[in-house]
């Protein structure tokens, strides 16, 4: 199997800045996924444990001079330490005069080992020298793994049927911070009206607080007569009577794991329960600069795995 492209001044930036130092906070190993079309950064979908995190790129957003070939249908999986790989990218732009960055799979004799490992290797060329930057991996995945990744993949493109969008990141994050102090458990309820309801519970105390009439894709209802009349408790469970709202819990952890992803500087995010509340998804949307269309070239979703469903 061959890797190799020209990683570009606007794909060092969007990773070395933005992507790898959000992506690290949800964990420092990951899987790189790399199609004829896509460089794909994935957390737990083979595992099934924790986040499972999804960061898609068109293969034009970070290289020029893309190659790759394998017997797998030209797809490449392995394992890589995203701080590793932060350090790489980061070392690259202090090169003086530093000509294209271009990356590569290979195979190295390491100092004292009989055994060829793989790495991925970053080159530079400046004016006075040149810098090869050598990231360990692990094994490229063998076929059946590659083939179970990308079925992972695919199950992991589900949506909700009602997503909500969320306010401020920040001030989300500010809400979690105070909660955390409560509990380790986060229920959370989404309603078809556009409300979102966050509540952590203890034997002692309860503390919640909502968001209103957010902005609903995909299945929405109208808000019942009567309702504004209710507190939020009151308002989510009949909500989820009417089989108009979702309700799960997760780990307190996780979901503020997830809001780490602020870092890679989205425009929007958005809320939504699995059917049957299979996960909580948190998809985030990034818009082309100086307008408010989406950016297809770029995509991130969060997927938390549930402690509970339930009334919330």
Same mark, same amino acid.
């Given at each position: 199997?061959?890797?190799?492209?020209?990683?570009?001044?606007?794909?060092?930036?969007?990773?070395?800045?933005?992507?790898?130092?959000?992506?690290?906070?949800?964990?420092?190993?990951?899987?790189?996924?790399?199609?004829?079309?896509?460089?794909?950064?994935?957390?737990?979908?083979?595992?099934?444990?924790?986040?499972?995190?999804?960061?898609?790129?068109?293969?034009?957003?970070?290289?020029?001079?893309?190659?790759?070939?394998?017997?797998?249908?030209?797809?490449?999986?392995? @394992?890589? !330490?995203?701080? %590793?790989?932060? #350090? *790489?990218?980061?070392?690259?732009?202090?090169?003086? &005069?530093?000509?294209?960055?271009?990356?590569?799979?290979?195979?190295?004799?390491?100092?004292?080992?009989?055994?060829?490992?793989?790495?991925?290797?970053?080159?530079?060329?400046?004016?006075?020298?040149?810098?090869?930057?050598?990231?360990?991996?692990?094994?490229?995945?063998?076929?059946?793994?590659?083939?179970?990744?990308?079925?992972?993949?695919?199950?992991?493109?589900?949506?909700?049927?009602?997503?909500?969008?969320?306010?401020?990141?920040?001030?989300?994050?500010?809400?979690?911070?105070?909660?955390?102090?409560?509990?380790?458990?986060?229920?959370?309820?989404?309603?078809?009206?556009?409300?979102?309801?966050?509540?952590?519970?203890?034997?002692?105390?309860?503390?919640?607080?909502?968001?209103?009439?957010?902005?609903?894709?995909?299945?929405?209802?109208?808000?019942? @007569?009567? !309702?504004?009349? %209710?507190?939020? #408790? *009151?308002?989510?469970?009949?909500?989820?009577?009417? &089989?108009?709202?979702?309700?799960?819990?997760?780990?307190?952890?996780?979901?503020?794991?997830?809001?780490?992803?602020?870092?890679?500087?989205?425009?929007?995010?958005?809320?939504?329960?699995?059917?049957?509340?299979?996960?909580?998804?948190?998809?985030?949307?990034?818009?082309?600069?100086?307008?408010?269309?989406?950016?297809?070239?770029?995509?991130?979703?969060?997927?938390?795995?549930?402690?509970?469903?339930?009334?919330?």
């Amino acid at each position: 199997m061959k890797f190799k492209a020209i990683l570009t001044d606007h794909g060092v930036n969007l990773l070395e800045k933005r992507f790898v130092p959000s992506l690290d906070k949800i964990g420092r190993v990951c899987h790189l996924y790399l199609t004829r079309d896509h460089a794909i950064f994935l957390h737990n979908l083979l595992n099934g444990d924790g986040i499972q995190s999804i960061a898609q790129f068109r293969k034009e957003t970070l290289f020029e001079d893309y190659r790759i070939s394998s017997q797998n249908d030209d797809r490449i999986a392995f @394992a890589i !330490d995203l701080g %590793l790989l932060h #350090r *790489a990218l980061r070392s690259s732009l202090t090169i003086e &005069g530093g000509d294209r960055l271009q990356i590569k799979l290979v195979k190295k004799l390491p100092p004292g080992s009989l055994q060829p490992m793989p790495f991925l290797t970053f080159e530079t060329k400046g004016y006075k020298s040149a810098v090869i930057q050598d990231v360990p991996i692990s094994k490229p995945l063998s076929r059946s793994d590659v083939i179970e990744l990308q079925s992972a993949l695919d199950m992991a493109q589900d949506m909700p049927q009602t997503l909500v969008q969320v306010p401020d990141l920040l001030q989300l994050q500010n809400l979690v911070d105070r909660l955390k102090h409560v509990g380790d458990l986060l229920n959370i309820s989404i309603s078809q009206y556009g409300d979102l309801h966050l509540q952590v519970s203890t034997t002692l105390i309860t503390v919640g607080s909502e968001f209103r009439k957010l902005r609903v894709l995909g299945v929405q209802a109208d808000v019942p @007569a009567g !309702d504004q009349n %209710l507190s939020a #408790r *009151a308002r989510t469970e009949m909500a989820l009577q009417r &089989g108009e709202a979702l309700s799960v819990q997760v780990s307190m952890k996780h979901f503020a794991k997830s809001l780490q992803c602020h870092l890679a500087k989205p425009d929007c995010a958005f809320y939504g329960i699995a059917p049957q509340g299979a996960c909580l998804t948190v998809i985030f949307q990034f818009f082309i600069p100086g307008t408010r269309q989406t950016d297809k070239s770029i995509s991130l979703h969060c997927r938390l795995p549930v402690l509970d469903t339930g009334s919330g």
